[in-house]
């Protein structure tokens, strides 16, 4: 039964007065980000969704001065096969481009080889749907949530719609290699007997985030008929050359139980159907003191979304911490959330986006919002009161949330908020953080400002990747993606 079952289961600048030498590390006064100096890379493969997912990332932890260790990666979940990927029609796939001023040199990584089968359906599977780098020299991890298997049952041909990871390894060289082609994860979804009420339709990978060195995540919001569910796979066993199997192992995946309770013990519960738990997920080592937290957004649970934190309690089974509910029904509470400390005292703040929230008041409307939770010892997240940051209506402000590191360099995490459909292109928020946790807007970057790249910029702040400083000169950069298959690096 299932209780037995394993249960792995940013534009103004405000002060810019320096030249910027691109292949030099170059000291700067710069105290934001500079919307005068953006990189632009274009996806060359026309609708691909280039820029639907990015992320920042450096081959090696030390590059030195050079930028040959630094990469722009790029999802794109609708780009065309590959030589090799035989009958897969879009399959998707992923990007680096290298920190230059040339807008065309992104270069498709080659992954995911080989024939298109009923098996192993690629045609598709939006492989880029979802992109994290571990940090500098290490992991990245992307996924494809609409892979599917065919399996056969006495009676009929089942398609299961799992989705399905690939780890990359970003350590060395001067380019990504796939070192996980085993379908591993597949493989323990699928050793499952098809049940539509199960994992059938898990579409595990819409979200992925890695936990400190040696474990990921990958949200599976189609879990148990879409009540949702998030994997925690532990990375021990990476270099092993036969593939795991994951059902049975010691050293395995973890399936998250549960979400309405807000009280740790053993009981399995269940979430409602259709809540979309995993749709988001993140991770932090110093939220809850000395454990780690899983994190996952559920933005359909409790009708207004939900964020479920998870802890392992003397064991290896993630069980419920916390429960954080959205103000209003249908604001899709959950459908973004990050981990970052935001009032520098070392402890993880947490940021949740409701980009579907609404408020039609004297003030005015509003629509999309992110709400910033301030750890405080020996109170849940949940006995705290969150500020609430709201954008513009039907802006979708809270889409996309990304920590920036300290931007700044006053010593206070800051982050950015993508609200892609606000009129007329998108833009893109930076927050500031600060001493007592009150977060202020300090700069915000329009897509119309890009309008000589293309005349028609959708979506731009639908993806968002910062924290690392990808051109050497000490400032923490951010990466931003659009619908119209062209990213911007701003720094
Ligand atoms: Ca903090
Ligand atoms: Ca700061
Ligand atoms: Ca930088």
Redesign the pocket.
């Known amino acids: 039964n299932e209780c037995n079952r394993k249960i792995i289961s940013l534009g103004l600048c405000m002060f810019y007065n320096t030249i910027f030498d691109l292949n030099r590390a170059s000291s700067t006064y710069g105290y934001n980000l500079e919307g005068r100096l953006p990189l632009f890379k274009r996806g060359l493969d026309p609708h691909s969704t280039f820029g639907f997912s990015v992320a920042l990332h450096k081959l090696a932890v030390d590059p030195g001065n050079g930028l040959e260790k630094s990469l722009l990666v790029v999802g794109s979940p609708t780009a065309g096969s590959i030589t090799s990927q035989t009958n897969a029609v879009k399959p998707g796939g992923i990007y680096h481009c290298p920190v230059t001023t040339n807008s065309e040199d992104c270069t498709r990584v080659k992954m995911d080889l080989g024939e298109s089968t009923k098996l192993n359906n690629k045609t598709g599977q939006w492989l880029g749907v979802s992109l994290k780098s571990q940090g500098p020299g290490k992991y990245l991890i992307t996924c494809a949530h609409r892979h599917s298997v065919r399996l056969y049952t006495k009676v009929h041909e089942v398609e299961q719609l799992c989705g399905k990871c690939f780890l990359l390894n970003g350590t060395s060289d001067n380019k990504l290699t796939e070192i996980r082609p085993e379908d591993v994860d597949n493989r323990f979804i699928g050793s499952r007997q098809p049940d539509h009420g199960g994992v059938e339709y898990a579409q595990s990978g819409t979200s992925c985030t890695f936990v400190g060195d040696g474990e990921y995540l990958m949200g599976g919001p189609g879990m148990w008929a879409w009540t949702g569910g998030m994997f925690d796979v532990e990375m021990a066993d990476l270099e092993a050359t036969e593939a795991l199997d994951l059902f049975t192992s010691s050293t395995a995946m973890y399936e998250t139980l549960g979400c309405f309770k807000n009280e740790i013990d053993n009981r399995k519960v269940k979430c409602d159907k259709d809540s979309y738990l995993g749709f988001s997920v993140a991770s932090s080592k110093t939220l809850i003191p000395d454990q780690t937290t899983y994190i996952a957004g559920a933005p359909r649970g409790n009708y207004t979304g939900s964020v479920v934190l998870y802890q392992k309690v003397g064991g290896l089974i993630p069980m419920v911490a916390d429960t954080l509910m959205g103000e209003f029904i249908g604001s899709s509470f959950g459908f973004s959330v990050e981990a970052t400390d935001l009032n520098g005292d070392g402890v993880d703040d947490l940021l949740v986006g409701a980009p579907q929230y609404y408020e039609y008041s004297n003030e005015g409307k509003h629509g999309g919002a992110v709400y910033v939770y301030i750890s405080q010892a020996g109170k849940k997240l949940s006995q705290t009161q969150p500020q609430k940051l709201t954008g513009k209506l039907d802006s979708f402000f809270g889409y996309s949330i990304s920590p920036l590191g ?9 982050f950015a908020v993508g609200a892609p459909h606000e009129k007329p292109h998108g833009k893109v928020y930076i927050f ?2 600060s001493a007592d946790g009150a977060v202020k807007e300090s700069q915000v970057f329009d897509g119309s400002n890009f309008t000589d790249i293309t005349t028609d910029i959708k979506g731009f702040g639908v993806s968002l990747s910062g924290v690392v400083d990808i051109d050497n000169n000490k400032y923490p950069d951010l990466l931003v993606g659009t619908l119209s298959d062209f990213v911007v690096l701003l720094r």
Do not use: A
């Open positions: 300290d931007i700044d360099q006053d010593g206070f995490g800051d500031r953080g």
